[in-house]
Structures are given as C-alpha cells and as structure tokens.
C-alpha cells in the first residue's frame, strides 16, 4: 500500500511562491462557483428555478484546487452537486443558468438540468444522477486514452456517499490493474445525503485505494492550494503514464443535502458545526492569505468579485430571457 | 443471395463478424470475462486475442457494472465497445450502467454525446442450467427508450445484424440464444449487413401467422411442417430485431390469415409477446378471426431438472395445439 506523505507535497510544490496570475485564477473561478451558487440557492427559494438543486456552497476548493492543474483535452466527470466542477473546468455560467431554467440555450436544450450537464467541448463528459455514476465513465474515459494513444488524463469527482457503492472497487481495480490515466478525487463532505460518514463508513478511505495499489493522500479540502499541491502531484504521476492516483479532500457542504434540506428538517445536522465550519470558508481563507501574504491587494480582490458579480447577474439575464425549448424536441435525440 | 455464402454455424458468423469489424475499424475493442486468452465460455470470441492482442481484446475482472460502465466511458470519447457479458441473468448487474447511463446519454445531453456500444450476452433457457443462468430478459431491455435490442435466428442474420450493431451509433443489448450457437446454415462472406427493423418472412402461409423470436424460430418451423401436412399453412416471421419494431411486415401478415400467435422466451406476463400482440391488434383489429395468442416462458423461475425445465418453454407440440385451435 502506498499513501503519500503531505509533508512531501509541501516540499514538492512550494504554495507560497506560485504566479499571481494563478492565485488570481484560483481566486476568482471560486468566487465564480460561490456566487453561481448562491443565485441558485435565491432563484430555487422563489421558485424561478424547477426541480432540484444540490449546492456546492463550501467546497469550492476542491474543484478549482484540482480544475486549475488539468489541460483543455482532459475529461472530468462530476456527481449530483457538480455545479462546481463544471465551472472550474470552464463552464459558461450563461448556458448552466439556461439549463438550470430548463430553456432552450441550456447546455443539454433543458433536457438534462441541474445534475446533467454536458459539455464534450471542454472534456466533461456530465454531472450525474446516479451515486458513482461518473466513476465508470471516467474510468472508461481513461481506458479510451490508453487505447487510442491520446495525451488526455480524466479525473472523477465523488463524494464520500460514492465510496460505499461498488462500482468504485469496479472501476478502480481495472484501472489500477491496466494502469489507466484516471486521477479519482474523493470529495468528503462528512455526509451522504442525511447519514454521516462515521455512521456508513467504516476504515478509511486511503486504505481503500491502498488496497488497490492506488498512490492515495488526504489533504484539508478547505485549502485551495493543499488541494492544488495534492493534484499536481496525482495529476503529473498519471499523465506521466504511473497509473491512477487518489486524493481525499476533506470538506464540509454549507447548504443542505439539496434545496429540500433546510434548517433541522431532517435533523442529522447541528447549526453549531455548520457555523465552526463556515469559518472554516476557503474563500475567505485564500482571501485573507492572498492579502496578507502581499501578493494583491484587497482592492484587487474586490475588483474580482465586482466582475463575477456582474457576469453572474447579467448570466442570469440570459438564462431567463432565453425561450423553452420547442414542443417537438421531447422526441428528438432518443437515439443517435 | 448474391453474396458468397458457406455453412457454418452461429458461433462462426458471430465471431467472424467480430474479426472482420475489427479488421475494417480501430475502434472497435472487445471486452469481457474470458473472452481473451480463453476464447470466452462459449467459444463465440475465439482467435480475436491472437490476431488483435490484449490491448484490444481485454480479458476482464467479474464486474460487470465496471466492464459496462468503463464501455459507456470508453464509447462517450471515442471507441466503439462491443462487451460481452456472460449470461443474460448477469445484465442484472450492469443495470445501471445500461439503463441509466448508455440509454440516456444522449437523450439527456440532448444530442452532445453518442454511445455506440454493443452488449453481447447469452440467454435462453434449456441448458439445465437452473434460474440464474437461463433467462431472457429482453422485455426489460425493451422497454427502455434509448436502446435497441437484437435477437438472431440464424447465422445468416447473426452476422449481418451483429456487423449493423457495432457500426450503430447507439447502445444494442445483441442477445444470443446459448441454445442455438450450433444451428448451422449459410453464412454470406464479407461486408454483409441487414439494417434493423425488417422481419424476415421464413415460411409463407395463409391460414395462421406465427411471430417467433430467437430460438423460438425452430420449434415454430417444426410445427409449420407438421400443420403443413395436415393442411394448414402457417406463416413464420422473425422480427430479428424487437427494437425497433417492424410493424408493417407483422400487421400485414396479421391482415392476410386472420389469425396470429407470438411466441418469445421471455416470461409472458409483461413480455414482448404482450406488445407484439397489442401492436397487432392495433393495427390488424378489423381482419383477425380472434384476439392474437401469445406464448412465452412459463412464469417461473426456470427449475433444474430436465424434466421440469422442459416444462416452461415453448415447443413445437405447444405450438401446434395452438394453432390448431385457433383454426378448428
């Protein structure tokens, strides 16, 4: 079994003195994903928005941690709370709020909404409904790049729910087995659904890809730049030919389960630990480290934020003017 | 005929149409247990290891969902995946991978992605072979939008619509008649297809019209002969592919005899017999003497002993009470 040691990352990738322009990136697709959100959260609350949404409120690090050390052609793919994701891969907020809406100019022409969302041009090959559902095709991603030759690494998106379902222990085996470009990263939210983790879990999670000779490392997925060192490292090792790679991320939802969980609903959560882990925000964190470290101003930062404020409201604008989609597309692309 | 032919059998066509798609498109990979070095438990993948090696001919581990849910990857970027999962019974596991995943990818992405992906798998009954290797679930493939679902009779047919299947760019659930891997007849050379949807009419007759599925083809053309001699002609059609449906060659048989039986191993309650029958009777209402007969499996779970299995499928002599009811 092999799990790495953090401290080697540290040493490997020094955090401290990266380029401003990737701070600021890293910065601003959070900020991105925190605002996109959010509008959701409001859009959902007044009913503006149909069906379901599972928030990605708080763990903004993980995605863009990971997203921002990944190339134009690798594939991703993502889960039910996988707003994030697209974002840090690149995804235009305009057609995700027109999918959301279910119009026309959505992504997927409104057919797919909140937990479907499609874009082959950037290499995310979907959100998914299904728990583990993108575990397979990610994995198939990577075992279509070693056949075909082609450069691409693709990395799952999971969550802890997604641990216990076999089809991970499926996928994985075959990609430790025929060492395919695959980098798995765990996103440990402390809760599937309402049950948590010390409820349905048992061991640990890096003993899990131990078991299949899977480099594992677990890491403070509230860091944007733990979560960054981390994939560089999974990310380099894969593409480099070494086989998969695993990284747990460590982090908390701030909303609930989906819109339907609010407050003590369901009751399996305190306010008292949300409100220790909303201090815990990895914005603010990144913030405060960016300004305190000297790297950019606050007045910058606000700048960023103005501007993703802007994007986001006017993305809006767009999705709710776009039209719905014509009656004569629910029959059309059932098959190919 | 026009294409060269010889005589082989269902094995044969299957798994020379495999060499032959790999030969004319890269894509193309198989995938599987055993199917590699050991030529896969019925011997249907034998040679392709050999001549296309490991890297395109991949032995796997027992995980079907993970086989099928690294083939939807594979396909999503690129690849044309033709897997084969041992026995029908075992699709089970890979449920979701088909269900959920390869038929809905494309609906749900309205358009973005393709799945072209073929499922081979072995079904039927009569290998005393017990409950969870014997069924044929093709009415729960059926009833899924977003897949097509293809049954051979023939070796003629195994290989012209297994050559379709892996150049379609949608998932096909390609289900094999374990039982009928040695039925033998002529087998056309070289790039031979028959596009999906067209029945085939085997035996033309005017006083009863019989729809058999996949095995069922041969106890029906039994007892054709039989009520051939007694006077009775008896029209036997295969629609070969179940989905989609060729519904005009059915309904219009329907509308010459005036009487119909549909005949498939899959369990009658809830089965394609009970929607081929309704889509006859649609369409043929005015011109039938009696509502459509339907004959499937018996419902239960498929008992060991020979002399109990025997009792669940369709036979010839079944076949011909029947239809001599239905004209007396």
Same mark, same amino acid.
């Given at each position: ?77 993502? &889960? ?47 959100? @998914? ?8 095709? %990610? ?35 075959? %990609? ?20 948590? &983790? ?5 061991? @640990? ?25 981390? %994939? ?5 090792? &894969? ?79 767009? %999705? ?17 | ?328």
């Amino acid at each position: 079994m092999i799990l790495k040691n953090t401290d080697e990352l540290t040493q490997a990738i020094d955090r401290d003195h990266l380029p401003t322009e990737l701070y600021l990136e890293m910065y601003s697709r959070m900020v991105t994903i925190r605002k996109f959100e959010e509008t959701v959260y409001d859009l959902y609350s007044r009913g503006v928005m149909p069906g379901l949404a599972h928030l990605y409120t708080g763990m903004e690090a993980v995605a863009v941690g990971v997203c921002v050390t990944l190339e134009a052609e690798d594939k991703i793919s993502s &889960t039910h709370r996988g707003h994030g994701h697209l974002l840090a891969k690149g995804g235009d907020p305009r057609r995700m709020f027109a999918e959301l809406l279910g119009k026309e100019s959505g992504y997927n022409r409104g057919k797919g909404g909140s937990m479907h969302i499609v874009d082959m041009n950037l290499g995310i090959l979907g959100a @998914n409904g299904v728990v583990a559902g993108g575990l397979g095709i %990610a994995t198939g991603a990577g075992l279509s790049a070693k056949i075909q030759g082609a450069g691409w690494i693709s990395v799952a998106f999971f969550g802890d729910g997604a641990l216990n379902e076999g089809l991970f222990y499926e996928v994985s085996n075959m %990609a430790s087995l025929w060492k395919l470009p695959v980098v798995y990263i765990l996103e440990n939210n402390h809760y599937g659904e309402y049950t948590s &983790t010390s409820r349905s879990t048992a061991g @640990n999670a890096l003993a899990r890809a131990g078991a299949m000779d899977i480099p594992a490392v677990s890491v403070d997925g509230n860091d944007v730049l733990a979560v960054y060192q981390a %994939a560089t490292w999974a990310v380099e090792r &894969t593409r480099a030919g070494e086989g998969p790679s695993f990284v747990e991320c460590k982090t908390y939802r701030w909303r609930g389960h989906h819109m339907g969980d609010q407050g003590d609903t369901y009751g399996y959560r305190n306010q008292a630990e949300i409100e220790e882990w909303m201090k815990k925000c990895p914005i603010q964190r990144f913030r405060s480290a960016l300004v305190d470290g000297n790297i950019v101003e606050a007045s910058q930062l606000d700048q960023i934020d103005n501007q993703i404020e802007q994007r986001i409201l006017e993305a809006v604008e767009f %999705a709710k003017a776009a039209p719905y989609p014509d009656p004569s597309e629910v029959y059309q692309d059932v098959y190919a | 005929m026009s294409t060269p032919e010889r005589i082989g059998t269902i094995r044969e066509a299957i798994n020379e149409a495999l060499h032959e798609e790999m030969r004319r498109d890269e894509r193309v990979f198989v995938m599987g247990e055993d199917i590699g070095l050991a030529g896969g438990i019925f011997k249907i993948t034998a040679g392709l290891y050999q001549e296309f090696g490991g890297e395109r001919v991949r032995d796997t581990p027992i995980a079907e969902a993970g086989i099928v849910g690294l083939a939807v990857g594979a396909a999503m970027t690129g690849l044309r995946p033709v897997v084969e999962i041992m026995f029908s019974d075992f699709t089970t596991l890979a449920s979701d991978q088909i269900v959920n995943q390869a038929a809905k990818l494309r609906y749900m992405t309205a358009g973005q992605c393709k799945i072209p992906l073929v499922i081979r798998t072995a079904m039927g009954a009569g290998r005393r072979a017990a409950a969870q290797h014997s069924q044929s679930l093709q009415a729960w493939y059926c009833h899924i939008p977003g897949l097509k679902v293809i049954m051979p009779s023939t070796p003629e047919d195994a290989k012209g619509l297994l050559k379709t299947a892996i150049r379609d760019d949608n998932p096909v659930m390609f289900l094999e008649d374990k039982m009928t891997y040695n039925q033998k007849g002529p087998i056309p050379e070289g790039d031979y297809t028959i596009p999906f949807g067209e029945a085939r009419i085997h035996r033309y007759g005017s006083d009863a019209t019989i729809i058999c599925t996949s095995s069922m083809l041969y106890p029906s053309l039994e007892a054709a002969e039989r009520l051939a001699a007694e006077g009775i002609e008896v029209e036997v059609i295969d629609p070969r592919s179940i989905s989609p449906l060729d519904e005009k060659t059915l309904v219009q048989s329907a509308v010459k005899t005036g009487h119909v039986l549909v005949i498939d191993e899959g369990y009658q309650s809830f089965g394609v017999t009970a929607e081929i029958a309704a889509r006859v009777m649609q369409g043929a209402f005015d011109y039938l003497d009696e509502p459509v007969r339907r004959l499937g499996a018996a419902d239960v779970p498929i008992p060991f002993a020979p002399s109990l299995e025997d009792l669940t499928i369709p036979n010839a002599d079944r076949i011909v009470e029947i239809i001599r009811e239905m004209r007396a």
